[in-house]
């Protein structure tokens, strides 16, 4: 101000004082403004996330494990969101599961009488029929014996690759023509899928080539289920600590403990010097190691088989005695059960390998580990 008289001088003081004043309220409401603005964001950003992370979980649900990654899943979500009324077929509780042979893992398959999991364990050229056998693996985590069930559905190429910036819905040329090239299929299965194992079985697909199997969905219709007898009188099962362990299958039992339910399967038998070693593998979903542990329980022949011609009496009188035959054993586990994998351990158990067909058994979990966290978690 040093142009300015000496007496206007504050005057001109006070001008300005009353500029910055507007200019300060001004800038106030500029700030609430865009305070008010960015909340809008933010909620509209937390709903979006919310939004995305149930379409992801719901795809996770639908397609399983899959090693391609969120690529996938989307697609695969955007699909079902375009296919509409040709997915509604589906009933409430009966869900289809998409199955592909690299997938690694189990997906989870959900009907009327729960949820199972299940994977294709492989696909061959069948050249009887000119169509292909499907190798499948299903889990049943439920108390029921499911006898007969269907699995209805189609099977047909891959998901087709779109170029960016083209949507996946059906309005799609690429995408009509991949939906009408799926052909239906359905197969009745009478393989007993026994409570709380795993049954591999086969079905038959007509299918021209390998590629009309790149992907295959289906539901699966239970028909005939019963809940068995030891369940029912336990009380569920859901306290029963024994698994019951045929040596020369292919299937994992489930082993309850206080420590939640384990996985274990019989890999092999050899003799030694003082009995037969039986090489196992157990299999840790939880994420604690188990330092020492000892399997309990009992070991004997092959459990006997129901002869249809047999009256149910002669049935329970062998039952009976193949119960008296068994022996009791004991075996330390010396291995570490590592947590999130399968791990592989071995018991001696006193006798020849031809009288080791069927084991009875619990784990008893003496001294657990819980890994640190790891850092920047």
Not at 177 to 199: C, D, G, I, M, N
Not at 334 to 354: E, M, V, Y
């Amino acid at each position: 101000m040093s142009g300015l008289p000496q007496a206007l001088r504050p005057f001109a003081a006070l001008l300005l004082s009353l500029g910055l004043s507007g200019c300060n309220k001004d800038l106030e409401e500029r700030l609430d403004r865009l305070e008010a603005e960015l909340r809008g964001v933010r909620s509209d950003t937390r709903e979006t996330v919310d939004e995305l992370k149930t379409r992801v979980i719901s795809a996770e649900t639908k397609v399983g494990v899959s090693s391609g990654g969120k690529s996938l899943d989307q697609r695969i979500q955007s699909l079902e969101d375009s296919f509409g009324g040709v997915l509604s077929m589906k009933s409430r509780e009966n869900e289809m599961v998409y199955l592909r042979a690299n997938l690694q893992g189990h997906a989870p398959l959900l009907t009327d009488h729960g949820t199972f999991l299940v994977r294709i364990e492989g696909i061959d050229l069948n050249l009887k029929s000119g169509g292909f056998t499907v190798h499948l693996n299903i889990g049943n985590p439920q108390a029921i014996a499911v006898q007969q069930f269907t699995l209805r559905g189609d099977h047909g190429g891959g998901t087709p690759e779109l170029p960016e910036g083209e949507s996946y819905d059906l309005r799609n040329e690429k995408l009509k023509a991949w939906q009408e090239s799926l052909k239906p299929f359905e197969y009745r299965v009478t393989k007993t899928l026994e409570p709380f194992s795993w049954t591999p079985f086969d079905i038959e697909i007509a299918a021209g080539s390998r590629e009309e199997l790149d992907m295959i969905r289906f539901s699966m219709i239970v028909e005939n289920a019963q809940l068995s007898r030891q369940f029912a009188e336990g009380g569920g099962g859901s306290t029963n600590p024994f698994a019951h362990l045929d040596v020369d299958a292919k299937s994992a039992s489930v082993m309850k403990t206080d420590y939640g339910a384990f996985l274990i399967t019989v890999k092999g038998t050899e003799p030694s010097d003082v009995g037969t070693k039986v090489n196992l593998e157990i299999g840790n979903p939880y994420g604690f190691t188990l330092n020492q542990c000892r399997l309990i329980g009992d070991y004997g022949k092959a459990r006997p088989k129901r002869d249809r011609s047999a009256s149910e009496e002669e049935y329970s009188d062998k039952l009976a005695a193949w119960t008296e035959s068994l022996q009791p054993f004991e075996g330390m586990i010396s291995t570490k059960i590592s947590n999130f994998r399968w791990s592989k351990a071995t018991i001696l158990l006193p006798g020849k390998a031809d009288d080791i067909k069927f084991l009875r058994c619990q784990l008893r979990i003496e001294d657990v580990t819980l890994p640190a966290a790891m850092a920047g978690e």
